[in-house]
């Protein structure tokens, strides 16, 4: 998939799904659906690119100046849109500029004139240009003086609450994973390269790998999870059908037990043995265990992980 943020180098012309498609969920893939793929052909036969067009950084951190987490960051995000068959990712770089543009403004100067845009999907509740004045219906009448038919899906449902980035943060903050990963669509994972850790884990007898993750990626509930591993030798753009899963227990915490200090993410594979340090782990989060705890000994801990382990390997045989 080609990825850009120079409007010089877009491939065009342009089947475009717009947003900003934090956690590509089900509501993502709703809207992304009418542009795969290629789904209709311009003059002299050319096709356009199914093109997803999102925002960095995402303006929300852009009026604030405050980072914001992701439940996507953008090499995963980039992951997940080409296994739906998209074929180009434009990141519009957010600024003053783009940000002073008018609903007309910037669908001429943006979807028109950088893109070539021939088709244009979006979720019902899409706002657009200056201080978000323009709406979803507003975006349709205006692309139909050009001529560009645009898709107005609406948004996904589950039960009473709308399919949302903000309900699958909320879903994670609660140790929700079942409802998280309903939203989502699949597991929520976690992908980050093994770094030396104080291995502590070794010498209670389960070893650990030290996550590395991306300094803006989203994380769940504090505490222990059963989880799937695939054990990779390179980034996570592969394909996962190729790479066996692991059965395995994560912890994310400060250990407070030990007096930790700083948070860490270490994962441990059951009944699975090897070196694991600068190889990258993907984990799907399958079930929260528990919620992160002191205990009044290493011996306690231990026991806890043993504990903790059965149960996970419990819950992943019963679902696999």
């Not at 311009?42 to 093109?51: F, L, N």
Request: proline share 7%; glycine share 6%; net charge neutral.
């Amino acid at each position: 998939m080609w990825v850009t943020s120079s409007p010089t180098t877009v491939l065009t012309p342009t089947a475009v799904a717009l947003g900003n498609f934090d956690g590509v969920h089900q509501g993502h893939r709703q809207v992304i659906q009418p542009v795969l793929p290629e789904p209709v052909t311009v003059d002299k036969g050319a096709h356009p690119y199914a093109t997803v067009v999102t925002f960095h950084p995402h303006p929300q951190e852009f009026f604030t100046g405050q980072p914001r987490l992701l439940l996507t960051p953008l090499t995963e995000k980039a992951a997940q849109l080409s296994t739906l068959g998209v074929k180009q990712l434009v990141l519009l770089p957010f600024d003053r500029a783009l940000a002073s543009l008018n609903p007309e403004q910037f669908f001429e100067q943006v979807l028109v004139q950088q893109l070539k845009a021939v088709q244009v999907s979006i979720g019902s509740d899409f706002c657009f240009g200056q201080q978000r004045s323009g709406t979803a219906k507003d975006l349709q009448a205006i692309a139909a003086r050009y001529g560009i038919a645009v898709t107005i899906m609406s948004l996904k449902h589950l039960g009473d609450e709308r399919v949302s980035s903000s309900a699958i943060r909320q879903a994670l903050q609660e140790g929700n994973l079942p409802y998280a990963n309903q939203l989502l669509g699949r597991p929520y994972r976690l992908i980050g390269k093994v770094t030396q850790g104080q291995q502590l884990g070794r010498t209670l007898g389960f070893p650990t790998a030290n996550l590395q993750l991306p300094p803006d990626k989203f994380l769940p509930r504090l505490g222990s999870y059963a989880v799937r591993v695939h054990v990779c030798d390179h980034d996570h753009a592969v394909d996962l059908s190729a790479v066996p899963s692991l059965p395995g227990v994560m912890n994310i915490g400060y250990r407070p037990t030990v007096n930790g200090k700083t948070q860490t993410i270490e994962v441990h594979l059951l009944d699975w043995a090897g070196d694991l340090y600068e190889q990258t782990l993907i984990v799907h989060l399958e079930a929260f265990l528990r919620s992160e705890q002191s205990f009044p000994s290493l011996d306690a801990l231990k026991a806890q992980i043993q504990a903790d382990s059965d149960r996970a390997r419990t819950l992943l045989n019963a679902t696999s």
